[in-house]
């Protein structure tokens, strides 16, 4: 066997497992970047949601500190009620001294938030509940927007947003190389400039990108649902204090409020007690004696076995807090904070805390920040380092490895993954069919003078129907065990299939 024999197989081996991450890295690409782009600028608007909505709903929101004490709750309720006929269901006590007090009331048209002056019971207004500028933004940001099966979408993408991350991680790898490595090279009239752009910032980015995937999908419609049922189920969840020897309702605490994630399906305990129930100013004093956090919310009840749930989520976990009071005796019947939370929520909780950018205050905000407009980048990059390689007509997918065998690694990852997440693994499975598919119609369409016996085989093509752009604008390969062959070993900055123009 002669040396150059030898020296030719790994080359042609790291070119085939070149291909086969390049191809699926550009997939990923074509399926998470759009929703990337969308992500980012709700995600970055969302880690100021306070500020912005304190600034944007200012007549609303924002009151003249005065010296004169707060009106009873009751009275405020009252106010509302004059100005807004319904029943009251939720009472919001005012965060701070300058901020108005929010009290949601049930109306035939739907739920109204209604906000009125502390001080002087003034009514400054009212909108359909959760249609402030923050929480359109939040809706949009989850895609609930959009329904039930955007959200699916979305959680695939959250899937294919790590697999984007770990084969960019491969393609970037140096291997020798060290210009473009982590300094960008060029000017952006060269293809080199983007394509070093976009690995630099995804190499600097990628960390941020599956820490928020990850910390994002308890949020998911069916991974978030069933971990969060199993954890509940097995006690990693919400606290053991909601399993105490007290009448259950049925109803699970996020029905009547914002909660955490780890609260969500913790069910509400039932008013035992008889007689004249409390007001809620008894209700206010309770919660306030307790020392829940101010800004906490008071869901109010609404049939005569049902109780008054104080609820608060600060930045600070170690403060936030759920109680629910017996309506007739004032009694706290559950008492459960983030101490008590199992220890897969409390990791979860602590992780989508930071995901919203609360743990580390303005540090946490401002690296947010700069991940969301890092990732923008990324994408921006993406489409012009693509439109500039792109064949003319052709949506210039990457070419298919000649040697089926590197799929197998391939596969082994993909299956794990989608062991992890099901819905993300039935997309991985769903996209190998197309990809098969489609090469398959192509291979066809070109007849016997496409190519060599076997070219219709997806596993098996080499540039086949898929050329790249070196290949559509009449490059050639060089042999596979000279220079080109090392060349397609050093990554994307010299893989001859990718010209640097």
């Known amino acids: 066997m002669s040396h150059s024999s030898i020296s030719a197989r790994p080359a042609m081996g790291l070119s085939d497992l070149y291909r086969a991450v390049w191809r699926w890295h550009f997939y990923a690409g074509l399926l998470v970047l759009p929703f990337m782009i969308t992500l980012s600028i709700t995600g970055a608007l969302y880690v100021y949601h306070d500020e912005i909505d304190n600034w944007f ?10 010296d004169s004490q707060r009106l009873a709750p009751s009275a405020l309720v009252a106010s509302a009620l004059d100005a807004v006929p319904g029943k009251a269901v939720k009472y919001t006590d005012p965060a701070d001294a300058g901020a108005s007090t929010e009290i949601t009331v049930a109306t ?9 002056n502390p001080y002087d019971g003034l009514v400054l207004g009212a909108m359909p509940d959760r249609s402030t500028l923050m929480w359109t933004v939040r809706t949009l940001h989850s895609f609930k927007y959009f329904g039930t099966y955007a959200r699916y979408i979305i959680e695939i993408a959250a899937g294919w947003s790590i697999l984007l991350v770990g084969t960019g991680i491969y393609l970037w790898w140096p291997r020798g190389q060290r210009g473009g490595v982590v300094s960008v090279r060029g000017n952006p009239q060269r293809r080199v400039f983007w394509r070093d752009l976009h690995a630099v910032t995804g190499l600097f980015v990628g960390v941020f990108i599956v820490f928020l995937a990850i910390t994002g999908m308890p949020w998911s419609g069916v991974w978030g649902g069933k971990v969060n049922e199993w954890a509940n189920g097995s006690n990693f969840g919400y606290p053991d204090g909601v399993r105490v020897n007290v009448p259950m309702s049925g109803q699970t605490l996020d029905q009547i409020a914002k909660t955490s994630w780890s609260l969500e399906q913790a069910q509400i305990p039932e008013s035992t007690g008889h007689g004249a129930p409390i007001t809620l100013d008894d209700a206010i004093a309770r919660f306030d004696a307790l020392g829940l956090h101010r800004g906490y919310a008071v869901s109010l009840p609404q049939k005569p076995e049902g109780v008054f749930s104080g609820s608060v989520y600060p930045d600070d976990l170690s403060q936030q807090r759920v109680v629910h009071l017996d309506q007739y005796s004032g009694e706290a019947l559950l008492d459960m904070s983030y101490a008590d939370y199992g220890p897969l929520g409390k990791w979860l909780e602590w992780g989508i805390n930071t995901h919203m950018g609360q743990t580390f205050g303005w540090l946490n905000r401002a690296i947010l920040l700069a991940a969301c407009a890092a990732i923008v980048l990324l994408a921006v990059s993406a ?5 500039k390689r792109r064949p003319a007509g052709s949506l210039g997918v990457p070419p298919l490895p000649k040697d089926r065998r590197v799929f197998r690694g391939l596969l082994v990852i993909l299956a794990i993954g989608g062991a992890i997440f099901p819905l993300v693994g039935v997309s991985l499975l769903a996209m190998l069919a197309l990809d098969m598919i489609h090469v398959r119609l192509r291979s066809g369409r ?3 003078a496409g190519g060599a016996k076997g070219a219709a085989d997806p596993l098996a093509a080499g540039d086949g129907p898929f050329q790249s752009a070196g290949a559509a604008a009449g490059g050639h390969r060089q042999p596979e065990g000279g220079p080109a062959g090392q060349g397609i070993a050093t990554a994307d900055r010299q893989h001859p299939a990718v010209p640097d123009q």
């Open 57 to 66: 709903h200012a007549d609303l929101k924002r009151v003249q500190v005065q």
């Open 108 to 116: 035939e048209a739907g739920k109204m938030a209604v906000y009125v």
């Open 383 to 387: 489409a012009v380092m693509w439109w």
């Open 446 to 448: 070109r007849g016997p």
